[in-house]
């Protein structure tokens, strides 16, 4: 990478970490005290809808195990709680076959206030 590339890029993610700081102060603010910038971003993928850990996992580049233990805490945590898991219907929940009793993964969804 050449220097003027390099130089772009990292007032880039300069300013990227200032605006990421600066929404966080407003969260605060807000009286969100439990919530963290990775929360943030789990939260700007959850909103698009139909999101399941592994959308999460994807979307965060973290472990599936990684996002499995966030999404317990976004759902669970008695602070938190801002997360509901959802169940996919889908065909295979009416078939009775054995083979296909594996439950579907469940999608994630931003709690109403």
Aim: proline content about 5%.
């Amino acid at each position: 990478m050449s220097d003027d590339r390099w130089t772009t890029a990292t007032a880039a993610l300069r300013l990227s970490t200032r605006l990421v700081d600066a929404v966080q102060v407003g969260v605060i603010s807000a009286g969100f005290h439990d919530v963290t910038p990775l929360h943030g971003f789990a939260f700007a993928r959850i909103a698009e809808g139909d999101a399941t850990t592994a959308d999460l996992a994807t979307h965060l580049a973290i472990s599936k195990q990684a996002a499995a233990q966030l999404t317990d805490r976004l759902v669970s945590a008695r602070a938190m709680s801002h997360v509901d898991r959802i169940p996919r219907i889908t065909e295979r929940d009416f078939s009775n076959s054995p083979h296909e009793a594996m439950p579907a993964p469940r999608r994630l969804a931003m709690r109403p206030n």
